[in-house]
């Protein structure tokens, strides 16, 4: 395929399939291998933001136009944001569209347990199968995640539930009595490699379950966007860990122009033709970064379970009888 004949087959999409929304920067938790919250966070994780009803309110007009999904709890803890979360999950359900969360577990409350029972998809980050490794790589009360979980599941109506669990040296003895546990539980089991990131510049030292060897296009930029608490739009999830850099695209803020508008804007569409184009000047922070591999995916059926992987995730699903 010619690059321009790539370019018009990713160019497709005139909005994002799904918007990845920060409701804040703040998370209760300070998991070491967190590269937003652990021992060493960049700056934009220190400083204490939230967001605006207002900007709230922009993203609850736009979305349903494009059916468009919303995705919560990339980089913060989203529970911890309780009345923005109430207010936009809701209002993005009532008008129907997907909206997907994933918590660390701890904060969910008897006051959360209608709107999280209305979600789409849920996914709760566990990284252990037993109360001491939960406090060496969460640092938290297992017992009391586990009690949430059993009290929110109770209640779903029809929301897709998974666990997860980010692979390291700290757990590996227990991942697969994790998968056989949650198997049977969950609708999906999800382990990640752990993301190792370089203190220094943020970059990602050792991403892979397993390395492909030909660069491909990241899709990234071509299907999902990310829309920070003040209401900037930013290209992805690297670049979030970047924003203490002057270097850092940001492509248009919210309250002055409508994500459509962003989306299809000139600075998205250079940056998208820089990165089918190699033009590394342009494409500057994506460079060093590989996880345009994650655009790899692949999948075949175990014993009754679909795993789906790519080089940084493997999900495990039950297969229907
Ligand atoms: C940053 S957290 C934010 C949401 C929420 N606080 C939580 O822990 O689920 C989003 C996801 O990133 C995962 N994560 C955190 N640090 C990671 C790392 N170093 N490598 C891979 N995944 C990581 C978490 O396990 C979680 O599933
Ligand atoms: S709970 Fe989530 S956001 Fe908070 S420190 Fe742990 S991985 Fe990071």
């Given at each position: 395929m010619s690059?321009?004949?790539?370019?018009?087959?990713?160019?497709?999409?005139?909005?994002?399939?799904?918007?990845?929304?920060?409701?804040?920067?703040?998370?209760?938790?300070?998991?070491?291998?967190?590269?937003?919250?652990?021992?060493?966070?960049?700056?934009?994780?220190?400083?204490?933001?939230?967001m605006s009803d207002e900007v709230i309110d922009r993203l609850v007009d736009e979305l349903p136009h494009y059916q468009t999904n919303a995705k919560f709890g990339g980089f913060e803890e989203p529970l911890a944001f309780k009345a923005g979360f109430k207010r936009i999950t809701t209002a993005l359900r009532d008008k129907g569209l997907g909206v997907h969360v994933t918590t660390?577990?701890?904060?969910?409350?008897?006051?959360?347990?209608?709107?999280?029972?209305?979600?789409?998809?849920?996914?709760?980050?566990?990284?252990?199968?037993?109360?001491?490794?939960?406090?060496?790589?969460?640092?938290?009360?297992?017992?009391?995640?586990?009690?949430?979980?059993?009290?929110?599941?109770?209640?779903?109506?029809?929301?897709?539930?998974?666990?997860?669990?980010?692979r390291q040296p700290k757990n590996e003895h227990e991942m697969q009595?994790?998968?056989?546990?949650?198997?049977?539980?969950?609708?999906?089991?999800?382990?990640?490699?752990?993301?190792?990131?370089?203190?220094?510049?943020?970059?990602?030292?050792?991403?892979?379950?397993?390395?492909?060897?030909?660069?491909?296009?990241?899709?990234?930029?071509?299907?999902?966007?990310?829309?920070?608490?003040?209401?900037?739009?930013?290209?992805?999830?690297?670049?979030l860990l970047l924003t203490d850099r002057d270097s850092v695209p940001i492509m248009g803020n919210i309250k002055e122009r409508s994500l459509h508008e962003i989306w299809n804007g000139e600075q998205y569409r250079a940056y998208r033709d820089a990165l089918v184009d190699e033009n590394w000047?342009?494409?500057?922070?994506?460079?060093?970064?590989?996880?345009?591999?994650a655009s790899y995916y692949e999948t075949h059926n175990e014993n009754g379970v679909k795993v789906t992987h790519n080089p940084t995730t493997e999900v495990l699903e039950r297969i229907a009888n």
């Open positions: 690059r321009e004949q790539a370019k018009r087959v990713l160019y497709h999409r005139d909005f994002p399939l799904s918007v990845n929304i920060l409701l804040g920067n703040f998370c209760n938790l300070s998991c070491p291998a967190c590269p937003y919250h652990g021992s060493y966070a960049p700056s934009y994780f220190r400083q204490f933001d939230k660390n577990g701890t904060l969910i409350t008897d006051d959360l347990l209608h709107t999280l029972q209305n979600l789409s998809t849920m996914y709760v980050s566990l990284d252990a199968h037993s109360i001491a490794t939960y406090k060496t790589v969460r640092g938290a009360d297992f017992n009391k995640v586990v009690a949430n979980i059993e009290k929110v599941r109770q209640g779903f109506k029809g929301v897709k539930f998974g666990v997860s669990f980010i009595v994790f998968k056989d546990h949650w198997i049977t539980k969950a609708d999906m089991v999800i382990i990640y490699a752990l993301l190792e990131f370089n203190k220094h510049d943020y970059k990602i030292d050792r991403p892979f379950l397993a390395s492909p060897k030909e660069r491909i296009v990241c899709s990234s930029p071509f299907l999902e966007t990310y829309v920070l608490p003040n209401g900037d739009v930013s290209l992805c999830c690297e670049t000047k342009i494409a500057a922070i994506c460079q060093q970064c590989p996880l345009w591999a």
